[in-house]
């Protein structure tokens, strides 16, 4: 029996070990995808918990406006249609001219300053960012 395999054999060894190389990466990378996923999926249902108490004070239909301290669609999309999203059936406007307003703030204690500013009244505060807005008086 020879002590040295031929080089043919050397070589489908080596392709074989490179390829369950490949095979053990392209795995790893699948599931470090996979988690990611699953992360970001949790902080949009996080997210969408903020929007919980507001639904039963807007309406079924109809359109409502959007104010975010943000920057609005322009410099935060994701915000605005994730709230869309939340809110669906009702359409929510990307600007503040209507009776009814949606605040989707980072900072929660600048709703009042801004919504002051818009010539807008809080109706209902809910602390964690997201409040209702009106143009009417109390």
Not at 42 to 67: C, H, K, N, Q, S
Not at 83 to 95: F, K, N, R, S
Not at 105 to 132: C, K, M, Q, Y
């Amino acid at each position: 029996m020879p002590d040295q395999y031929s080089k043919r054999a050397q070589l489908a060894v080596a392709v074989v070990l490179l390829m369950s190389v490949f095979a053990v990466c392209t795995l790893a990378g699948y599931y470090s995808l996979v988690e990611r996923e699953i992360r970001a999926s949790e902080a949009i249902v996080m997210d969408e918990d903020r929007f919980t108490g507001i639904r039963a004070l807007l309406p079924a239909r109809g359109t409502i406006g959007y104010l975010s301290d943000t920057g609005g669609i322009a410099r935060n999309p994701k915000a605005y249609y994730l709230t869309q999203y939340y809110l669906a059936p009702l359409v929510v406007a990307e600007d503040p001219e209507h009776d009814l307003v949606i605040a989707n703030f980072v900072s929660p204690s600048a709703i009042a300053t801004l919504a002051a500013a818009r010539g807008l009244t809080v109706e209902h505060d809910f602390t964690n960012g997201v409040a209702l807005l009106s143009r009417r008086t109390r």
